[in-house]
């Protein structure tokens, strides 16, 4: 890694800025989504995981960013962090009575994670926290690409990936790729595992929507019996 990173370094700013342009597109494609739930007039078959999780990422990622005094990483999160926003609040305005219940008990936690891991942050030695931040972030990504995969099962049983976001998953991919050529670029070795995961994880993903439809399954039609 280390030849690849010294033939990268001179590029580090361009890759950067290529990073940071895929990642504001990557967050816009929520869009998508967003308007195929406009058209269903119903976020319910969503899950609001991809959404509440940007802004926890965006939040974190804010954080981290400064520690290490990364200006492409703080200018991309702040945009992140107002579109996931939105997008929550779109959510939200979708989704029936029943589950904005739900809605609001998850935004509940995730505030209260966010209170004692920022708390903790301002308090920690700044070398120990990049890493264990990084570490965290890892794992809430993975936790957020990789969750789709425990739908598997179901996807295989009603041969469609219906409810999954490809917009978002497909863009993921792309982020993934080009954060992970800017960390090797800077040698930081937890952003090159982060990403190398997460582009494994997404492409898996991918992979569905090239054996089953994004749509519900037709189903078969009752034959006549014979009289």
Not at 6 to 29: C, H, M, N, R, W
Not at 203 to 223: C, T
């Amino acid at each position: 890694m280390d030849a690849l990173g010294d033939l990268l370094a001179p590029y580090s700013e361009l890759i950067a800025k290529v990073a940071g342009t895929i990642t504001t597109l990557q967050f816009l494609s929520g869009v998508v989504l967003m308007n195929d739930i406009r058209k269903k007039g119903s976020s319910d078959i969503y899950p609001v995981g991809p959404f509440l999780g940007g802004v926890v990422l965006t939040v974190l990622s804010l954080k981290l960013a400064n520690i290490m005094n990364d200006a492409a990483m703080i200018n991309t999160n702040l945009i992140g962090l107002v579109i996931n926003f939105a997008f929550l609040f779109g959510f939200y305005y979708y989704a029936s009575s029943g589950s904005r219940s739900n809605i609001w008990k998850q935004i509940g936690y995730s505030s209260v994670f966010l209170l004692v891991i920022t708390t903790y942050a301002n308090f920690e030695d700044p070398a120990k926290i990049e890493f264990r931040l990084g570490m965290l972030i890892t794992g809430i990504l993975v936790w957020l690409v990789g969750s789709p995969l425990l739908h598997l099962p179901k996807i295989i049983k009603k041969k469609s990936t219906e409810g999954m976001p490809f917009p978002i998953i497909f863009a993921g991919n792309l982020v993934a790729g080009s954060w992970m050529l800017y960390a090797i670029s800077i040698k930081n070795t937890v952003m090159v595992f982060q990403n190398l995961l997460l582009f494994v994880l997404s492409g898996i993903q991918l992979s569905m929507f090239v054996f089953f439809p994004n749509k519900p399954a037709a189903k078969p039609k009752d034959s006549k019996k014979d009289k």
